[in-house]
C-alpha cells in the first residue's frame, strides 16, 4: 500500500501527462478575461486516502497561471516538493495545458479529465479549479484500477503581487537547551553545526527542538520548534522557500563532531604496586612512580583506567595491560571524533618509592627473652643496641626505639624517645644523663670508646633519591639538659639543666658518595662522629641532603622533605642513603630532654 501511494504522489504531482485539462471545446465570450486570472498563486497543499484519511498536509506550493489561448489557461508548478512522513520527496516542473476557462458570475472555473495507464494500474483522474478573485482552489482526485483506491489532493493559495521576496536564508538557529555547549553556526556552505556537551545522550540529542528565524515571509520545513532528531551524526535537512516561491534554499544541520584528543585522566585502580598515580603533564608525557619491591612481572601485568575527550578514539584502548618494566616506554594514541586532530602521550615510570609503614618487627637480640630484648623495625637500625648495654647497668629501664599501636594507619608506628641514663663516669666509658634515640638505614656497631661512632649510617642507593615524605608526631620533655664542656662526648654524664630551652625533634635524610660497599665492617660508613669529615651531616662526600627539624605536635601531620643538591648526581659514582629520625635534634652533643617523643609511620622515600 505505501508503494502504490508513493506511486500516486509522483502521479498527482505529474500532471504535464495530462495532454490537455478537457476535450469540451473552448468556451464562448471568455476572450479578454483570460488576462485577469494569469499570474503567480502561491499555497498550501493537502493529500488524503479517501475518503478523509490524511497522507500529507500544508505542503507549500507555488503554481503559475499562465495564457494558452484566449479562452484557455495552463498550469505550470516548478520546483515541486512534496512531504511524506517528514521526508521531503521532490517532483520537480510540472505543466498542465489548454485548461478552458469558464465565467460564473465573479468566478473563474476549470475542469478537465483523463485516463492514464501507470505503474499502479489505470487510474480515472479528474481536476476541477476555481479563481475568485484573488484566490485559487484546486481539487485532483484519482481513481485506481475502479475504485481500488482513491486519493484526493485539496490545494488552497492566493494571487501573489509580483512585489514578494526571493530571499530563502535562515537567519538563526538555535536551541534552548542545557546539552548545548556551543550554539549552532550558520555556515558559508549551508550547513549549521553545533556542539553538545560530553555528557549528552542518544535520547538528549533526539529531543532537540530548534528555534529558527528565516527570511521575511519565507517558509521553512521542517517547521521551527519541531523536535529533530540529531543523534548518531544525522544530519537534518532543512528546506527554506522564499515568499515568492522561487528560490528554496537547503541547509543540512548536524551536531559538529569534535576535535578534542585529550587524556584526562589515566589512573591504575586498586594496585599496590603503584606508589604515586600517574600525572598528566603538559609535555603529554604521563608519569607515576612504583613501590621500589615492585618486580618485573608485576610492571609488565599494569592496566590503566583511561578517561578521554568524548567521542574521541584511544589505542591502546582502556583495561588492557601493558608493560612498563625495563623503562619502557607506553604510547598512547587519541584520536578525536572528527579525526583533525591526533594526540600522542608517552606513558611510563618516572621513579621508584620505599615504602616504610613500620608494620613488622623483629627481636634485636636472638633467644633472649621477651622482656630482656628489644625489637626492631624491619630494614632498620636503630641506638637500642646502646641503651641495651645501659639498661644491662641499671641505668635505664627503657629502650629508645619501640613500636606503638598509636599509628597513622595500620597498626603499628615507630616510638623514638630520649631517656634518662643518669650520668656515670663507668671508666672506660661515660654513660649520659640523655640517650637520644635514634632510628635510621644503616647498622648499629657498638664503640664504647666513641659512641658516636657506633651509628653506620647509609645503605647502598642505586637510583637517585628525590624526597622523603611521612607523618610524625612529637612531644618534647620536661627538662631539657645541655653539656657545657667539650670534647661532649668525655663529658656527657656532667649534664646540666637549662631552662631556657625546650627539645625538638630532627629527620634527615642524607645521600653521600662511597668507593665501596663494605658490608661486614661498615668502614665505608658515615657516622655520628665529630669528626668532621666522617660525620654524616658535615663530611665532604655528602652529595645531597634534607632536614626537618620541629617542636611540638600533638595529632599526626604530614611532611614532605625534598633533598638539597650539594653535588651533581652521577651515576657511574656509588652512593649511599640514610633516613634518620633523633627524638632530640642534638643529641649528638647529648643534649636534650629525657622524655622528648617522636613517633613516625608511612615514610615513603621518592626516587627517579
Given amino acids: 500500500m505505501k508503494k502504490n501511494l508513493f506511486y500516486l504522489f509522483a502521479l498527482i504531482c505529474s500532471m504535464s501527462l495530462f495532454t ?174 553545533f556542539k553538545v556537551a560530553e555528557t549528552a545522550t542518544d535520547d538528549d540529542l533526539k529531543a532537540l527542538k530548534p528555534i529558527i528565524t528565516i527570511s521575511e515571509n519565507a517558509t521553512v520545513t521542517p517547521e521551527s520548534g519541531v523536535t529533530q ?111 583533525t586532530v591526533i594526540k600522542e602521550y608517552q606513558v611510563f615510570i618516572s621513579g621508584t618509592e620505599d615504602v616504610y609503614d613500620f608494620e613488622k618487627w623483629l627481636p634485636g637480640v636472638e633467644g633472649q627473652e621477651p622482656e630482656n630484648t628489644f625489637y626492631e623495625a624491619e630494614g632498620w637500625a636503630s641506638s637500642n643496641t646502646g641503651a641495651h648495654f645501659l639498661k644491662g647497668l641499671n641505668l635505664t629501664d627503657s629502650y629508645v626505639i619501640m613500636q606503638t599501636d598509636d599509628s597513622h594507619s595500620g597498626t603499628a608506628a615507630a616510638k623514638i624517645q630520649s631517656i634518662d641514663t643518669k650520668g656515670q663516669d663507668l671508666g672506660i666509658a661515660k654513660a649520659p644523663k640523655v640517650t637520644t634515640g635514634s632510628l635510621f638505614l644503616g647498622k648499629f656497631k657498638t664503640d664504647i670508646f666513641n659512641t658516636l661512632n657506633s651509628t653506620k649510617f647509609g645503605i647502598p642507593c642505586k637510583e637517585k633519591p628525590i624526597s622523603l615524605r611521612g607523618w610524625y608526631k612529637y612531644t618534647p620533655g620536661d627538662v631539657y639538659y645541655i653539656v657545657n664542656t667539650k670534647p661532649y662526648k668525655e663529658h656527657c654524664h656532667e649534664a646540666v639543666v637549662d631552662e631556657t630551652k625546650v627539645d625538638e625533634f630532627m629527620i634527615s635524610v642524607v645521600l653521600y658518595e662511597t668507593t665501596a660497599y663494605d658490608e661486614i665492617g661498615w668502614s665505608d660508613c658515615l657516622t655520628g662522629t665529630d669528626e668532621e669529615e666522617k660525620n654524616i651531616y658535615t663530611s665532604s662526600r655528602i652529595a645531597a641532603i634534607g632536614q626537618l627539624i620541629g617542636g611540638a605536635q600533638t595529632d599526626w601531620k604530614k611532611f614532605e622533605l625534598p633533598l638539597e643538591w650539594k653535588k651533581q648526581y652521577d651515576t657511574n659514582k656509588k652512593y649511599r642513603m640514610t633516613i634518620a629520625c633523633s627524638s632530640s635534634k642534638d643529641g649528638d652533643k647529648f643534649w636534650g630532654a629525657p622524655g622528648s617523643t617522636l613517633i613516625v609511620d608511612d615514610f615513603e622515600l621518592i626516587k627517579e
Avoid at 37 to 46: R, S, T
Avoid at 142 to 169: C, F, I, Q
Avoid at 230 to 235: L, Q
Fill in 229 to 339: 532528531d540529531f543523534s548518531g551524526n544525522k544530519v537534518v535537512i532543512y528546506k527554506v522557500t522564499s515568499e515568492d516561491g522561487t528560490t528554496v534554499t537547503e541547509y543540512k544541520v548536524s551536531a559538529r563532531k569534535s576535535s578534542d584528543a585529550l587524556i584526562t585522566s589515566f589512573v591504575f585502580e586498586n594496585n599496590p604496586i603503584v606508589a604515586e598515580q600517574p600525572v598528566i603533564n603538559e609535555d603529554n608525557t604521563i608519569t607515576f612512580k612504583v613501590k621500589a619491591s615492585a618486580t618485573a612481572d608485576d610492571l609488565k601485568a599494569l592496566v590503566p583506567t583511561i578517561t578521554y575527550s568524548h567521542k574521541a578514539t584511544i589505542a591502546p584502548e582502556s583495561g588492557v595491560a601493558q608493560d612498563f618494566s625495563d623503562n619502557k616506554k607506553v604510547i598512547y594514541t587519541v584520536t578525536s571524533e572528527d579525526g
Fill in 20 to 193: 490537455a485539462c478537457s476535450d469540451d471545446d473552448e468556451a464562448p465570450g471568455n476572450s479578454g478575461v483570460v488576462g485577469e486570472v494569469v499570474g503567480d498563486y502561491k499555497g498550501l497543499m493537502d493529500v488524503y486516502y479517501e475518503p478523509n484519511v490524511e497522507i500529507a498536509k500544508g505542503m507549500q506550493q507555488k503554481i503559475t497561471i499562465k495564457k494558452s489561448s484566449d479562452t484557455s489557461i495552463g498550469l505550470e508548478l516548478k520546483n515541486f516538493v512534496i512531504t511524506v512522513g517528514g521526508a521531503p520527496i521532490t517532483i520537480g516542473d510540472l505543466a498542465i495545458d489548454n485548461c478552458p476557462l469558464k465565467v460564473e458570475g465573479d468566478k473563474y472555473s476549470f475542469t478537465g479529465n483523463a485516463d492514464l495507464d501507470l505503474v499502479v494500474g489505470k487510474c480515472a483522474v479528474s481536476v476541477e479549479g476555481a479563481i475568485n478573485g484573488e484566490d485559487i482552489e484546486l481539487i485532483i482526485k484519482v481513481n485506481v484500477n475502479n475504485d481500488l483506491m482513491k486519493v484526493r489532493v485539496e490545494y488552497k493559495g492566493k494571487k501573489m503581487t509580483g512585489n514578494e521576496s526571493s530571499e530563502a536564508l535562515i537567519k538563526e538557529f538555535k536551541f534552548d537547551s542545557d546539552i548545548i555547549a556551543e550554539q549552532p553556526v550558520i555556515n558559508e556552505d549551508k550547513t549549521i553545526t
